[in-house]
Nanobody
Framework: QVQLLESGGGLVQAGGSLRLSCAAS??????MGWFRQAPGKEREFVTA????????YYADSVKGRFTISRDNAKNTMYLQMNSLKSEDTAIYYC???????????????WGQGTQVTVSS
C-alpha cells in the first residue's frame, strides 16, 4: 500500500509563502490533490493535478496564489502557497487516486497532514 508523507508546513505571517511537499512511496504514479481542514470546518478541496501533469484544478479561494506541481521521477507533489491569508490556516492533507478530482471521495489514499498557520 502506497504511503504519502507531507512536509513543509509551519507558521508564517500573512502575505508570506510556504511550500508543501507530498512524497509517495513506491513507483506507481497517481493523480494527486491537496485538501485542507480548518478548526471547526469540514475538509475542503484546494487543488489537484493529473498523473501526467497536464491538468490542474484549483479552488476559487486559492486561484492565483497557490500553484500545484509534481516531479514524477521523485514521485513527489508540491504546493507553492504565496500571498497567504489567515483564512488559509488549516491542516493540509495530500491525497492520491486514479484521477484528479475536487471530490475527496475519489482519493482512497491520504497522508497524515501538515499544519499551516498564518498569523495576521
Amino acid at each position: 500500500q502506497v504511503q504519502l508523507l507531507e512536509s513543509g508546513g509551519g507558521l508564517v505571517q500573512a502575505g508570506g509563502s510556504l511550500r508543501l511537499s507530498c512524497a509517495a512511496s513506491g513507483r506507481t504514479v497517481y493523480a494527486m490533490g491537496w485538501f485542507r481542514q480548518a478548526p471547526g470546518k469540514e475538509r475542503e478541496f484546494v487543488t489537484a493535478i493529473s498523473r501526467g501533469t497536464t491538468s490542474t484544478y484549483y479552488a476559487d479561494s486559492v486561484k492565483g496564489r497557490f500553484t500545484i506541481s509534481r516531479d514524477n521521477a521523485k514521485n513527489t507533489m508540491y504546493l507553492q502557497m504565496n500571498s497567504l491569508k489567515s483564512e488559509d490556516t488549516a491542516i493540509y492533507y495530500c491525497a492520491a487516486g486514479v484521477s484528479a478530482s475536487s471530490d475527496a471521495r475519489q482519493y482512497p489514499i491520504w497522508g497524515q497532514g501538515t499544519q499551516v498557520t498564518v498569523s495576521s
